[in-house]
């Protein structure tokens, strides 16, 4: 299994792997899940509140919702 997939099956939420890994290749594993979990979070409270924008201005945040 390739590394995006085990981060996924750690953690899958609104970040996307492929492009944090290419531009930060040197982060662990945890630093990886720890920035994937903090961003979900911001975006999770927004897209619950209704916010049309909830993935505005967060890094690496996916266009489409997947809860």
Sequence with gaps: MDRIALL???FN???KYTPMLQDHP???DAECIAFAK???A???K???AGDQ???NGIPYCR???KG
Aim: glycine share 4%; no cysteine.
């Design 46 to 48: 927004r897209h619950k």
């Design 38 to 40: 903090k961003w979900h």
């Design 26 to 28: 040197e982060w662990t």
């Design 42 to 44: 911001v975006a999770l």
């Design 53 to 55: 924008r909830w993935n």
């Design 13 to 15: 939420g609104a970040i």
């Design 8 to 10: 996924a099956a750690k």
């Design 63 to 65: 266009n489409v919702w």
